[in-house]
């Protein structure tokens, strides 16, 4: 569905209609991955928190200026509600999904725990200011919004407040979301990366938007500095759930009763210490 997005006119109808085409397919992805893998109460939850605070920070945006700087719709982008066309709250839905689960994974090298849940907003946070490093400038060299002149230093054409306000905004997101219930919570990855096969997925979503993103900017829209800002804001997450290997924190197997733990004398009341133990590797012959 990318593909064919630099081919056709810049500031056109068709590439309108082909962003929302992308967002709704990337939507209906995270969507269905999470009844998939969590349930539909895991998703119910996660539909109406995402949509809902994208909703209310995209307006506030628009009516004070605060998170993100002073900006303005263009009508390029559909249907709105309050000043804000219907697919951004739903972009916000569609990529919360994933960076909270590269967070996740990124925490699992500090455990369970206050810490590892703050390394998981964190980091969900970054990934979603990281993204808009690429998105921000993209949709407005479309004409799908604009940025009040002189609000402040920026990059790129976006003022460095619009970041903050991603960050913010992110982190916070990611972090109501990393309390919902998760029946997948605290299963260690079964793969030898330590990233639980069944997450597939969102995890090739998010690095197929990334190469793409460096790609069209560099090779189809002209535009070097924004693939490296891009580049490295949204590339310093994805290294961080991607380094370390395996996790360092998985929970200990459950013991068999009657059997000798390897850091502990052995359990006389419950087995005959003469007998092998069928968990020593090198039982007495």
């Known amino acids: ?9 810049a500031g056109g109808t068709g590439r309108a209609w082909l962003t929302a085409a992308q967002v709704l397919a990337f939507f209906t992805a995270s969507v269905s991955h999470a009844a998939h893998r969590r349930g539909w109460g895991f998703t119910a939850r996660y539909l109406t928190l995402t949509v809902t605070l994208g909703l209310v920070a995209e307006v506030v945006g628009l009516r004070t200026g605060w998170p993100f700087g002073r900006y303005a719709y263009t009508n390029g982008l559909g249907p709105e509600i309050g000043g804000v066309p219907v697919i951004i709250p739903l972009a916000w839905s569609m990529m919360a999904y994933p960076a909270l689960l590269f967070g996740r994974r990124t925490a699992t090298i500090r455990g369970p725990g206050t810490a590892g849940r703050a390394v998981t907003a964190l980091v969900g946070g970054m990934l979603l200011a990281g993204w808009d490093l690429f998105l921000d400038p993209r949709m407005v060299a479309e004409g799908f919004w604009a940025w009040a002149p002189s609000d402040g230093p920026g990059l790129n054409g976006i003022p460095l407040t619009n970041t ?7 982190t916070v997101l990611v972090a109501v979301l990393d309390r919902l219930p998760d029946p997948t919570r605290g299963h260690a990855g079964n793969r030898a990366d330590g990233w639980p096969t069944g997450d597939r997925v969102p995890r090739c979503l998010v690095w197929w938007t990334y190469g793409s993103w460096l790609l069209a900017c560099v090779a189809f829209f002209g535009q070097p500095l924004v693939a490296l800002v891009g580049g490295v804001g949204m590339g310093l997450p994805l290294l961080l759930a991607t380094g370390g290997g395996s996790p360092r924190w998985r929970p200990l197997p459950a013991r068999r009763p009657g059997t000798r733990s390897r850091r502990g004398p052995p359990n006389t009341t419950d087995s005959n210490p003469a007998d092998p133990d069928p968990v020593d590797p090198d039982p007495p012959r």
């Open 1 to 9: 569905m990318q593909i064919p997005y630099p081919l056709l006119a």
């Open 164 to 170: 903050a306000g991603w960050l913010v905004v992110g």
